[in-house]
């Protein structure tokens, strides 16, 4: 059976989690190449898969033997220079979110996909494949619970990572939000407000968490997230969507509960790993699969600009404390 060579750009945790799956989970593929500035990391990831190559820099794994398409786990910053070399090639792309950190970056990757006449770049919102989000959407596209009126979202790590910043609150953790809130909907989001309540105890000194976002959308409905990264018990993310005709609820938890000892309790995931599991197989399968015919199977390089506009709304909104408006170029023809 021929199977789908892969370049994994970035070995910190999401690409070492992606070439294990690719490695052990997600049939049709093989990591070929592994590429890190940290070359140590590379050996690391490669080491554990037969047959991969460890590099220090995206252009010598991309032009490795066997290459056929390109998965990009390195921090934002370094998407953009990757997705070009990979674009150069003609290879497809599966690019960690967030697809670029501005819409001008996003901007150019679109056009560079517009030159080629086809979309390759497919960016990792893996929400768009787990079981429940697919429940939801596919409950709202039936009408199951009437117009959306509201989605209630809330969004809780246990700890952050040192490097964090306020403004990734937004541009790295609420970005998941907005496209899901973007996909679920079928619609753009127009403008953003940020509300910065006292900082959590917990949070780390200079850092505004938690924080509370609203979104408007183009169809009228209000989104609002609470992005708490610091929350200290576990990882959790839910989403309330309530229509005219009823209200839907994911994320609750559906782990065993156990009784004892006068309670009753039950695990809640410690990590997006291990909460969005299946949907990053689910995704990395999807894609395998598309990608071995050139194409994507997901949220697309349009999806991860809207994402990025979003974004950088927000942030205004909350360097301002003013409501933002989300200026979004029109949608090109191959995007539609
Ligand atoms: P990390 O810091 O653990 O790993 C990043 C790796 O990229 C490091 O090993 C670093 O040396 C390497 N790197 C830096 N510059 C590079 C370059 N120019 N070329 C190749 N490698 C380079 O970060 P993490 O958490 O793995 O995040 C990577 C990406 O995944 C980010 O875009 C992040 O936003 C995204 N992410 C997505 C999540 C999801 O649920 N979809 C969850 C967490 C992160």
Redesign the pocket.
């Known amino acids: 059976m021929s199977t789908l060579g892969i370049a994994v750009?970035?070995?910190?945790?999401?690409?070492a989690d992606h070439a294990r799956r690719i490695g052990r989970t997600v049939g049709g593929a093989r990591v070929v190449a592994v590429?890190?500035?940290?070359g140590d990391?590379a050996k690391e990831v490669a080491a554990g898969l037969e047959g991969a190559g460890a590099h220090t820099?995206?252009a010598a794994a991309l032009a490795a033997p066997g290459v056929e398409a390109v998965l990009i786990?390195?921090?934002?910053p370094?998407?953009e220079?990757?997705i070009g070399l990979a674009l150069a090639r003609g290879l497809p792309v599966l690019c960690?979110?967030?697809l670029t950190p501005d819409p001008a970056g996003a901007l150019r990757v679109l056009e560079a996909e517009q030159r080629l006449g086809r979309r390759l770049v497919q960016v990792?919102f893996?929400r768009r494949h787990d079981a429940e989000y697919e429940e939801l959407k596919g409950l709202l596209d039936a009408g199951g619970i009437g117009r959306p009126l509201f989605l209630h979202c809330r969004h809780r790590n246990a700890a952050s990572p040192s490097f964090f910043t306020s403004d990734m609150l937004i541009s790295?953790s609420v970005v998941h939000e907005v496209d899901a809130a973007r996909w679920l909907l079928g619609q753009e989001v127009t403008a953003v407000s940020v509300f910065s309540p006292a900082p959590s105890a917990a949070a780390p000194e200079g850092l505004r968490d938690p924080r509370f976002v609203l979104l408007e959308t183009s169809g009228g409905a209000l989104v609002d997230v609470e992005i708490f990264v610091n929350c200290g018990f576990g990882y959790e993310v839910r989403c309330e969507a309530v229509g005219e005709g009823g209200s839907a609820e994911i994320g609750g938890g559906t782990a065993m509960a156990v009784r004892s000892a006068g309670r009753r309790s039950e695990a809640i995931a410690q990590d997006?790993t291990v909460r969005?599991a299946d949907a990053y197989d689910r995704q990395l399968r999807r894609w395998v699969a598309a990608a071995a015919q050139g194409g994507v199977a997901g949220p697309d390089a349009w999806d991860g600009y809207a994402a990025a506009a979003v974004c950088e709304a927000g942030l205004k909104a909350a360097h301002t404390g003013v409501r933002t408006a989300v200026e979004l170029v029109e949608r090109p023809a191959l995007y539609r």
């Open positions: 750009i970035g070995a910190g945790k999401m690409g590429a890190d500035p940290d990391r820099d995206a786990a390195s921090p934002g370094a998407h220079e990757a960690e979110k967030p990792g893996m790295d997006f969005f």
